[in-house]
């Protein structure tokens, strides 16, 4: 190979992992600010129990293989600190479902809309995790590559 013929692929190389670098940044930024959005939204909420009182099923069909499944989503009551009774339909679902009627959970709710309360499990946490993985391990190849391919340029 010339001289000409490599230097340009190391040059389309070095932009490959330049872009690889960038968009696993953005990841990562976007991961940051999600993870301190869920931070400060669960921070300004209150803690209490829920009870599981009900399940609503939906039937959900999946992009694979267009199969239909039915997901079963709880329904949890819970008392707010004014003694209002609050019910509300949990975010993730499962088949088998994931609790059984009667569980008790635990529960965060904004005071001004208890309406939208959230069990307070590891499932908030999946986004802002995933998004920091995901750009964590991309801005980490992006870097080592830029650095190796910059490395082999300057040789």
Same mark, same amino acid.
């Given at each position: 190979? %010339?001289?000409?013929?490599?230097? #340009?692929?190391?040059?389309?190389?070095?932009l490959?992992?330049?872009?690889?670098?960038?968009?696993?940044?953005?990841?990562? =930024?976007?991961? #940051?600010?999600?993870?301190?959005?869920?931070? %400060?939204?669960?921070a300004?909420?209150?803690?209490? &129990?829920?009870?599981?009182?009900?399940?609503?099923?939906?039937?959900?069909?999946?992009?694979?293989? %267009? &199969?239909?499944?039915?997901?079963?989503? /709880?329904?949890v &009551? =819970?008392?707010?600190?004014?003694?209002?009774?609050?019910?509300? &339909?949990?975010?993730?679902?499962? %088949?088998?479902?994931?609790?059984?009627?009667?569980?008790?959970?635990?529960?965060?709710?904004? /005071?001004?809309?208890?309406q939208?309360?959230?069990?307070?499990?590891?499932?908030?946490?999946v986004? /802002?995790?995933? =998004?920091?993985?995901?750009g964590?391990?991309?801005?980490?190849?992006?870097?080592?590559?830029?650095?190796?391919?910059?490395a082999a340029?300057?040789?």
């Open positions: 190979m %010339n001289a000409k013929a490599r230097s #340009t692929n190391r040059i389309r190389d070095l490959v992992r330049l872009v690889v670098l960038v968009i696993g940044s953005g990841f990562l =930024f976007l991961g #940051t600010y999600v993870y301190n959005s869920t931070q %400060n939204q669960i300004a909420m209150l803690p209490t &129990e829920g009870r599981v009182v009900d399940f609503i099923a939906r039937t959900e069909t999946s992009d694979d293989d %267009n &199969e239909e499944e039915t997901i079963y989503y /709880p329904v &009551e =819970f008392r707010t600190f004014r003694g209002d009774v609050i019910r509300f &339909e949990g975010r993730s679902g499962g %088949n088998p479902p994931i609790h059984r009627i009667g569980d008790v959970v635990k529960v965060r709710y904004d /005071p001004q809309t208890p939208s309360a959230l069990i307070d499990s590891w499932e908030a946490w986004v /802002p995790y995933a =998004f920091l993985g995901f964590g391990f991309f801005t980490m190849l992006g870097a080592m590559g830029f650095i190796y391919t910059l340029m300057l040789k």
